[in-house]
């Protein structure tokens, strides 16, 4: 069965860093898109970052734009959250999540409804 396992998350100082894990099983994990989304305390989800099959579509969130970067090791069935600058905003439970179209190719961020399987999400906390 398909199983998503986030990791790398915790607590850092405000201008820190941390690099998020998503372990992926379960499927064939070059073929689909993955995305990373986030929920702070009291507040929807938010899509935070898209990235497609083969890694050269990305998108992101304008609130992560220039901070955070969306990578994937199709020979590790891994994706991976590189989370700079962050922001006491940016604290929240980030889990990611799997496509549930074959090699998408046309792509509307933010659009949950297109993804099929999530995680369980690790917690970040950005505070001095």
């Known amino acids: 069965q398909v199983q998503l396992v986030e990791s790398g998350g915790g607590l850092v100082q405000p201008g820190g860093s941390l690099r998020l894990s998503c372990a992926a099983s379960?499927?064939?994990?070059?073929?689909?898109?993955m995305i990373w989304v986030r929920q702070a305390p009291g507040k929807g989800v938010e899509w935070v970052s898209t990235i497609s099959p083969g890694g050269a579509f990305t998108s992101y969130a304008d609130s992560v734009k220039g901070r955070f970067t969306i990578s994937r090791d199709n020979h590790n069935n891994t994706v991976y959250l590189q989370m700079n600058s962050l922001k006491p905003e940016d604290t929240a439970v980030y889990s990611c999540a799997k496509d549930r179209l074959f090699k998408r190719t046309s792509y509307n961020p933010g659009r949950l409804l297109d993804y099929d399987y999530w995680g369980q999400g690790t917690q970040v906390t950005v505070s001095s």
């Open positions: 379960g499927f064939t994990f070059s073929n689909y898109a």
